[in-house]
């Protein structure tokens, strides 16, 4: 075959140079060469059930596929398959009427059987002799057509040229169909704009693993990215800032570019991106956000706000107080704004956003305080409640139902409202208990903002450490809910926010491999997923994702460790995702030389100090170990961590010699939410001498992470008098970690209590208001 290749290219070369038409010699067609492509089933997301069977079929040139006859279709769910295979090919199917007279030809055939349960399901079945497709729509057979593009992996080749493809297909019966029917990706355009053509491909690559729904973030405190006709101050002031935030939001001092930044999508493209969504059977839901986010419709329209202004569109990030004002102004300006949405986007649904609204100006404004009297509401939260009903009263009336974040639950929820759960599983546990439909996306599972690995060598992103392997455990169905109520989560969506995602390639980066996790999670039964199955299709599917050039992140290729302790050391378990590699592990910091370990294999280390280690092709990770006498203690609390910050093993974390990095990855941090004291205790098998005391405790406000008011210490000594020291840690202390250090002068520690008194309740005007804030708290050290 590759000496045919070559024979065939030089040829070609040669008929170019003396000006021949290569494909036409003397009147005759010189037939481009066939290169047959091996398929295989690595298909993601798993079907629903699937069975290999003997032999193989062949798609070649030749084959027709034969329709048998439909509903009439809304989009040609053929298109897209068609287009890739003419680029990866050389050729396009022949289609054919199914009841046209068989030939010799190989077939493909589509066979339209009406099934209520579930149109997006399909059934493929690959013989020798054809292939079969069993649907009773259009979108089932467009997921056929994108399983039988996984399997003859045509995205992994490069585009055709001079050659024809023919795509050896293993025989296989698949039976398929989504486990939900709300299959989702976000994406926020406000922070950082996307090219149009970018959100192409997203929309592209989210359909090729099944999902169907795309949640388009259009409007937001920076910036506002959706063409108003009627409102041009929007195209013009709303959609520009003046500049933006350099680095991480909780690095001091701010820095700022210096460079205006901004734009919109014109009517005209939203209508191309609805198209060419729905070719792919892809609804994308606009969000327009409101009451709150929404400082840059203000800058352009300050009359809207409760206070005079002037505003500017916001340069750096987090949760502003200048909200709209609900004035009949602002309903008619919504309204206004939604007409025109409405008539964009077919979406059975829009989302209003109803987040991070403080209630800081309502509480200023005499208006509102007089609305609230007036409608008989209880508070601001009632006022919140009264202006999401009255626009989904609106949007109602236009045939449309509303999604809000969950914080639309606070004052009653709007009667027809859907509630997508992001601060966790509790929002959309009450609305799927009040009946009210939920998606769910919560933080810890479906914010691909945040770290995907050791924050250590990742680009900068805004927190939080959310792995694949967390991604694939994801369980939309809280196990609280009965069945009745678990029929109202419809499904599940991860969110892109791009505060710190300036850039095409570095939004794939963070939403891929882990989108393909998740559209396992949403498609595949729950029975029938498995890790370590799960990693190694991935690990064989990865070529399609090269093959498409996503810029996804090679965490199946990052090495990983699980921290084993032992009187005097450290001991690290070597584990990777693919198996069996090699890891190549240092302390030195010049890593001049590089020790080797297996995949499996654990390494002790007995002295301070790095340990840098990698694979092959992953980049250094470093582990400082730096135990303190404190590290053979015993530990306890009087109330243990919460369960999503629980530590590396526990309370064992908080005296491991391995410090929480300001970059909180939630495995180093013990993690409580309170909102009452309560104690650590210490607990030496014999007195230690103990000079000082240090705790590193976690101030992010930004992620409900707050500084205790106080921290009291009580060192008991056999022989000495109790050393007792009460230190008020600075309740408003910024972004970072702070180390309190307690001097205790020479004292022989038997035990030291630690009596930490959080903050009660989040301020009025920071996000998450009025909720417990989190006490962060690693590591504890003795000296
Ligand atoms: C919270 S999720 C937000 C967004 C931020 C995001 C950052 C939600 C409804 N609001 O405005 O971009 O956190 O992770």
Redesign the pocket.
Known sequence: MRTQRLVGKVFFICAVLIGLNPFEIHGQAFPPEVETIEGNVFIVPKPASMQETDGHFTITAETRICLDRFSPFSFDPLAVFQGVLSKKAGYTLKMDELDAAAGDESRILVIYTPRADNLEGYSLSITPGAIIIRVAHEQGLFYAMQTLRQISRMDAMPDAVDVQRAWRLPAVEITDAPRFPYRGLHL?VC?HMMPLDFVKEYIDLLAFYKMNRFHWHLT?DQGWRIEIKRYPKLQDVAAWRKETLIGHYSETPDRYDGTRYGGYYTQEQIKELVAYAAERGVTIIPEIEMPG?ALAALSAYPELACTPGPFEAATT?G?FDDVFCPTEETFTFLENVLDEVISLFPSPYIHI?G??CPKVRWKESSFCQQLIRDQDLKDEHGLQSYFIRRIETYLNASGKNIIG?D?ILEGGLAPNATV?S?RGFSGGIEAAQSGHDVIMTP?SYC?F??YQDDPGTEPLA?GGLTRIEKVYAFNPVPDKLSTEEAKHIIGAQA?L???YIDSPAKAEYMAYPRAVALAEVLWTPADQREWPEFTSRLSQHLERLEGLKVNYARTLKSPMVDILLRQKGLGLLWKTNIPNQVIFHARDSTQAIWSESMTGDTTWYDTPGPVYFRTKSSATKRIDFNPSKAFNATILSTVAPSSTYPGRQGLTCLKDGLEGKKDFNGEDWCGWSTGSPFTILLDFDRPVHCDSIRIGLLSSPGAWIYMPQEVGVEVISPAQPMFKQTVKANSNPGNGKNTIVITTHSIQAQSIRLKIVPLLMIPEGR?GAGKAPWTFIDEISVY
């Open positions: 926020d922070r937001d986010h990030w949760v956003g987040d991070e974040w914080e997508m992001w933080g914010y903002d945040h805004i969110n926010w791009t505060e996000a």
